[in-house]
């Protein structure tokens, strides 16, 4: 829908264009030569889109500046619009589209701020507090939640902000999480530059160890926290069936995802479910205990009765068809909101704990509280921890509020610092679109702009060229900060995942991302059938305090092939830093500090579940400070090679994860106070019959997808395009930064083990250890290019100071005996040690992480290694102003 400003735009640049004519205007820094001619149109806050768009006489909006030079630019005569220093609000995304707008640059003026934001200004004088209001003001409708504050203490320094009378919208609490597909997130308010707190409790943030303060737990037992019992799921079985069965029962949304649905005999009942089918899904069923009773405090965040539950006919699969899959709890009408909570989520880890989730309370009956919509994953007591939020009965701290949305009420509440909001600047994010969408374009730049303020994306590229965004700033968006490229609408778990339209030699660099909802840099591109790349690159930014309202959204996506993420610093969130999802990718040069910090099962680095993702080096990085039981580097279900060299991992539980995948190599790393510098998880952990494996019907598929041919089958790739796979890993053109082939040979061997006279994979029904149909052990098990063998792999030349070795994993097989490690079929799993007492007995100065000629490591690796190692890691190569020794 065209807003006013858009429309006014559009009008004006007819005008624009006029006062061009034929003329090009040359009054940007960068001069004109005979090769490259400039276009410049200026933008001021005080500007006028009826104007010519000067400098003298400025535009007032960035739309009508891109108006003026539409069809105008080209590759020898470049636009720019220059943006001077001010604050300009949009109601509308900048779209730039196709030719007509390439070739552009959008710039700040030179030595100016200037500042794109989609945040409403909350008027000084709107802002009221609460004690001055009337009994008669009180009274009225808008303010009727008022009396949920029961107490002196939660009114006290309170102030309110009409939206409704200031016509803002007050925007919509969604479901979001890991696995559901991503909605905006709901508006937040800003005071003086920083996002407050939404009502909440518990309060507390920040909590380490076995304190169990910041959050509400079941047991406490996978966050090794003392029992709260806070809320506990209770009638479990009855509810989703055997714990180990949730996968396969149906019962849970993640359950009706395609990959868990490969046992169904009708393959009609194969696909995915929708998202809204799966939002009706059953929830969790709570019984409160410890803080909740006190004060029967759980009391007033819903109100009191049973829902209406509406069986909507579907049941669980085999065993579990008499399990209701949609239960769905009705919200309740008529609710009392002067007395109970209408709006209260529980946020946090309710089925896992590396992934967020959440759901709306809907009521309680005793003890009894029910919650509207199902967690991704079945419900358990020792993985609960979260935070009870929009809570108006809990904003009992400063930096807290809550908005009133029930039947229009559309208030602020807001506890601000000192009990004041004068002399306080506010804004409400309420924006649900872009900054700037480019679709289509080439060569546009996008330089030194600040961008703040959108519950989505602040910049999105889709099939861009050659763009260039350098020296912005860009903060406060719900979702990520900028995305090249857009993901299909499926799951990262399926083998349909996958980007789309990100692309070709687009550059972000140079910029401060941070305060993030969701992420930092989506790099996608590149054609993962042809193996063209994408060379999109992340490098020399800043990324910071990402991931606030999402798990798995990182500091940089690496998804395609051939994109980059290096020389950038990476700081403070609580989850991983880079995915990769696909091929030849570069992760160098980067210091990651303090990260995974709220999350388990993780790495800084995480890739996972493809045994094609080959070539992909992490390379040159610092990992300072990793929290939890987590990894530097995480190479997850199957994922095959990986190349991890030259790197520093300081501060953390562990170095790399291997789990169960091929020809993943970790070589010439240094590791400093790490307890383990790495560990592993086999397949046959499983035992000997335990077909099919762990997510076996992704792994294959994806395998299948690009290196095997099935005729019939849905994920099939074809025979041409096997051939050029096995081209591109065998002929040794592809290179790593440090110069050595990209080749994998052995792919050419690798296979799933398969039933010999009907190709279907192996399964529990068709294996033997003396089998004589392929499905025996020395074929599934022992074989080094079984796909189910973790073969080919390596840790070697590790420098351990002040931790501990390699933890290899280790399973035995029964009749006959035969026990089973990574060194079964690796020949450098925790060889050549250097085990320094410190770093000086080392040599290592960890100001500029070079190593000396005559310390340790040099007498251990040789002075050869020493000189590799000091050309190809240096502080300066690490993205980080003023070297690690910084964090």
């Known amino acids: 829908m065209q807003t006013r400003t858009t429309r006014r735009a559009r009008a004006a640049a007819a005008v624009v264009l006029a006062a061009l004519g034929s003329t090009v205007l040359v009054t940007g820094t960068q001069p004109a030569t005979a090769a490259e001619t400039t276009l410049t149109v200026h933008v001021a ?60 640059t959008y710039r700040a003026a030179a030595g100016e701020k200037a500042r794109l934001t989609g945040a409403h200004a909350l008027d000084a004088q709107g802002w009221r507090p609460l004690a001055d209001l009337s009994e ?79 959050h509400l737990y079941g047991d406490g037992g996978k966050w090794k926290v003392p029992a709260t019992n806070d809320l506990i799921q209770w009638t479990l079985r009855d509810r989703f069936g055997m714990e180990p069965d949730w996968g396969i029962s149906g019962t849970t949304p993640r359950a009706q995802f395609e990959d868990k649905k490969q046992q169904l005999a009708n393959p009609a009942d194969r696909d995915t479910w929708s998202q809204d089918e799966m939002r009706k899904m059953t929830p969790p069923l709570y019984e409160v205990g410890g803080r909740l009773l006190e004060g029967n405090r759980y009391q007033g965040w819903a109100p009191e009765g049973v829902p209406e539950i509406i069986d909507h006919g579907t049941r669980g699969f085999g065993a579990y068809s008499h399990i209701p899959v949609q239960a769905d709890p009705q919200e309740l009408t008529d609710v009392d909101n002067t007395t109970y909570e209408t709006e209260a989520w529980l946020s946090g880890y309710l089925g896992n704990n590396y992934a967020n989730d959440m759901v709306r309370l809907v009521s309680w009956s005793g003890t009894t509280m029910y919650a509207k919509y199902p967690s991704m994953y079945w419900p358990r007591n020792d993985y609960t921890k979260v935070k009870a939020m929009n809570i108006l009965s809990e904003m009992d701290v400063e930096g807290e509020y809550y908005i009133d949305r029930h039947a229009g009420n559309d208030v602020v509440y807001y506890k601000p610092a000192g009990g004041t909001m004068e002399g306080k600047s506010a804004t409400l994010r309420a924006f649900d679109d872009n900054i700037f969408r480019l679709e289509g374009t080439t060569g546009v730049r996008i330089e030194d702009l600040s961008m703040s303020d959108s519950l989505v994306s602040a910049v999105q590229l889709l099939d861009a060229e050659k763009t260039l965004i350098d020296g912005v700033d860009i903060s406060n968006v719900s979702m990520d900060a900028i995305r090249i490229g857009e993901t299909t609408e499926s799951i990262t778990a399926l083998p349909d995942y996958e980007t789309v339209r990100g692309g070709h030699n687009n550059i972000v660099q140079n910029s401060y991302l941070h305060d993030l909802g969701g992420g930092g840099v989506l790099l996608g591109g590149g054609d993962r059938s042809t193996l063209e790349r994408g060379n999109n690159v992340a490098r020399n930014n800043e990324i910071a305090r990402f991931s606030r309202l999402a798990t798995y959204t990182p500091a940089g996506y690496l998804y395609g092939v051939g994109n980059s993420f290096e020389n950038n610093y990476v700081h403070d969130a609580p989850h991983m830093a880079v995915q990769i999802m696909g091929n030849d990718m570069r992760v160098n040069h980067n210091y990651f500090y303090d990260l995974v910090k709220n999350a388990g099962d993780q790495g800084v680095v995480y890739t996972g579940r493809d045994y094609t993702y080959l070539g992909n080096e992490v390379a040159y990085n610092l990992f300072d400070t990793i929290g939890g039981s987590n990894d530097a580097f995480y190479m997850d279900d199957g994922v095959s090679g990986m190349r991890f060299h030259h790197n520093v991992v300081k501060n953390a539980h562990s170095g790399v994860f291997f789990q169960s995948g091929h020809s993943n190599k970790a070589t010439d790393n240094v590791f400093i106070d790490v307890d383990q510098t790495g560990h592993d998880q086999l397949y046959h952990r499983n035992g000997e019959i335990g077909l099919p494996v762990p997510n076996g019907w992704v792994v294959q598929s994806r395998y299948n997808s690009f290196l095997d041919v099935r005729p019939g089958e849905k994920y099939s790739a074809t025979e041409g395009g096997v051939a050029r796979w096995h081209r591109h890993y065998t002929d040794g053109k592809a290179r790593y930064s440090d110069g050595k082939p990209i080749v994998f040979p052995e792919i050419g061997d690798w296979y799933v083990p398969r039933v010999t006279a009907t190709g279907a994979d192996c399964k529990k029904a068709d294996y033997a250890p003396a089998a004589t149909n392929g499905c025996d052990r020395a074929t599934v098990w022992e074989n080094p290019n079984s796909l189910y063998v973790p073969a080919r792999n390596a840790i070697d030349r590790s420098v351990i100071i002040g931790g501990g070795e390699y933890r290899a994993g280790e399973n035995s097989f029964a009749n006959p005996a035969a026990t089973y490690r990574l060194a079964t079929w690796s020949d450098a799993i925790n060889t050549n040690l250097s085990k320094p007492a410190s770093l000086e007995a080392a040599g ?44």
């Open 136 to 214: 008669e003001e009180l009274a009225k409708p808008q303010f009727s939640s008022n009396t949920r504050l029961d107490s002196p203490a939660l009114r006290e320094g309170v102030w309110v902000y009409d939206l409704g009378a200031e016509g803002i919208d007050p925007g919509t609490l969604y479901k979001n999480g890991f696995n559901w597909l991503p909605q905006p997130f709901a508006p937040e308010l800003v005071v003086d530059g920083g996002t407050q707190t939404l009502a909440q409790f518990p309060n507390q943030e920040g909590c380490t160890g076995a304190d169990s303060s910041c």
């Open 844 to 887: 290592l100065d960890l100001d500029t992480l070079s190593f000396s000629y005559t310390g340790e490591v040099a007498q251990t690796f040789g002075q050869e290694w020493v000189a590799t190692w000091n050309r190809l890691v240096t502080r300066d190569g690490i993205g980080l102003p003023g070297g690690p020794a910084a964090g």
């Open 45 to 104: 806050p005080d500007g006028d889109d009826a104007d010519p768009g000067t400098k003298s006489q400025p535009l007032r909006t960035v739309e009508a500046a891109r108006d003026a030079l539409a069809g105008r630019t080209s590759a020898e005569d470049r636009g720019t619009v220059i943006v001077h220093g001010g604050e300009y609000v949009l109601d509308d995304a900048i779209d730039l589209t196709g030719p007509e707008h390439s070739w552009v």
